[in-house]
C-alpha cells in the first residue's frame, strides 16, 4: 500500500526549504512513498533581510500567538499518512507564519488523527517553541511522533552576532572573515538524509513508538543545560513583556526597552544566573535535571 506525506514548512532564507529537501530526499526515492511539499506564505509576507524596528516589532504577536492571513492553499489528498512540519522560532515561539497554519481549520482537518513530524532550524533555543507546537498538535488531535531540532552549533555569543549578521544583510557568510557562518551548518543539513531513512522505516512499518528515541540516538535532539535553564526562564519574563507591549500606547518605546533588555540580561544576567545556579543549586537538582532533559527530548504532551 502507497504511503503519502506532507510536508509543510515557512522559510524566509531558504534554509528550512534545504533542510525539508534533505529530509524527504530518501523518502521521495522509495518506492511506494509520495511526497508533496508547500511552502506557506503569509499574504504580507514579512521581510528578509529583516531591518532592526521591524524584527524586533514581531515580538509581541510571536509569543502571544496571533495569527495572520497566509496564502490560501490546497493539498493533492485528503489525507495523509505522515505529516512533517518545518519551523523556526521567532523570540521563542514558532515563527508567525507556522503559528498561523496550526490554527488554520484547514491544516486541522487534514491533521486530525495523522501521525506529525516537526524539525525546527534556529540559533540554539527551540524548547519553548516546541512546546507550544505540542500543546497546538494536541488541540488539533494530531499526535506528534518525532522532533528534530537544528541547532547554530558554535558558541552562544559568536552565533548571536552571526545571526543577527544574517538577518539583516541576507548573507550567509562569515562576517568580517573572521565568525563562522551563521544558521545551521551544511553538514548537519546534509544529515538531515539520514532523519529520513529512520523516518521512512517506522512509516512502513504504521508504527511510531520508538522512533523518536532512536532520532535522538541518531542525534536528532541535543539538550543543553544551560541554554534549557534560560530558556525556560526567559519564556516566561517574554510572555510578560508581549502583553504589556500588545496593551500599552508606547509599542514603539517598549520595543527598544524591550531590546535591551535581551542584551543586558543575555551578557551580564545570564553569566550571573548560570553561576549562581551551577554553585548552590544544580549539584543538588540531578535527578531532576535528567528529567527534564527526557522530556524535553521526547514527543509527549506536557
Not at 485528503?78 to 496550526?102: A, C, E, K, T
Not at 535591551?260 to 535535571?289: H, M, Q, S, W
Amino acid at each position: 500500500m502507497s504511503k503519502k506525506i506532507l510536508a509543510l514548512y515557512y522559510t524566509q532564507s531558504g534554509q528550512m526549504e534545504d533542510i525539508i529537501h534533505r529530509l524527504v530526499g530518501p523518502l521521495e526515492s522509495s518506492p511506494g512513498i509520495t511526497v508533496e511539499k508547500i511552502r506557506i506564505q503569509p499574504v504580507s509576507p514579512f521581510p528578509f533581510p529583516w531591518t532592526t524596528p521591524v524584527f524586533f516589532d514581531v515580538m509581541p504577536e510571536s509569543v502571544d500567538g496571533i495569527p495572520v492571513a497566509l496564502e490560501p492553499f490546497t493539498c493533492n489528498e485528503s489525507g495523509y499518512d505522515l505529516i512533517i512540519i518545518g519551523y523556526q522560532p521567532w523570540f521563542l515561539s514558532p515563527s508567525i507564519p507556522v503559528n498561523s497554519l496550526l490554527q488554520l481549520p484547514y491544516f486541522k482537518n487534514l491533521a486530525r488523527n495523522t501521525p506529525v513530524i516537526t524539525i525546527s532550524g534556529c540559533r540554539n533555543m527551540w524548547i519553548n517553541a516546541q512546546e507550544k507546537i505540542k500543546r497546538k498538535l494536541a488541540e488539533a488531535d494530531a499526535p506528534l511522533v518525532g522532533n528534530i531540532a537544528l541547532v547554530d552549533r558554535h558558541n552562544n555569543y559568536a552565533s548571536l552576532v552571526t545571526i543577527f549578521y544574517w538577518m539583516l544583510t541576507g548573507k550567509k557568510d562569515r562576517k568580517w572573515g573572521v565568525f563562522p557562518k551563521p544558521g545551521v551548518s551544511d553538514e548537519d543539513i546534509a544529515n538531515c538524509s539520514r532523519y529520513g531513512e529512520t523516518i521512512g522505516e517506522y512509516l512502513r512499518k504504521n508504527e511510531w513508538n520508538g522512533l523518536q528515541p532512536e532520532l535522538v540516538q541518531q542525534g536528532a535532539v541535543n539538550i543543553i543545560y544551560s541554554l534549557m535553564f534560560i530558556e525556560r526562564k526567559a519564556g516566561r519574563i517574554f510572555s510578560i513583556w508581549s502583553k504589556i507591549i500588545r496593551k500599552s500606547k508606547k509599542r514603539t518605546v517598549l520595543l527598544v526597552a524591550f531590546k535591551y533588555y535581551i542584551l543586558i540580561a543575555l551578557f551580564v544576567a545570564a553569566p550571573i544566573i548560570l553561576t549562581v545556579d551551577a554553585l548552590f543549586f544544580r549539584p543538588f537538582l540531578g535527578k531532576r535535571v535528567k528529567k527534564q532533559k527526557q522530556y524535553y527530548s521526547g514527543v509527549a504532551p506536557e
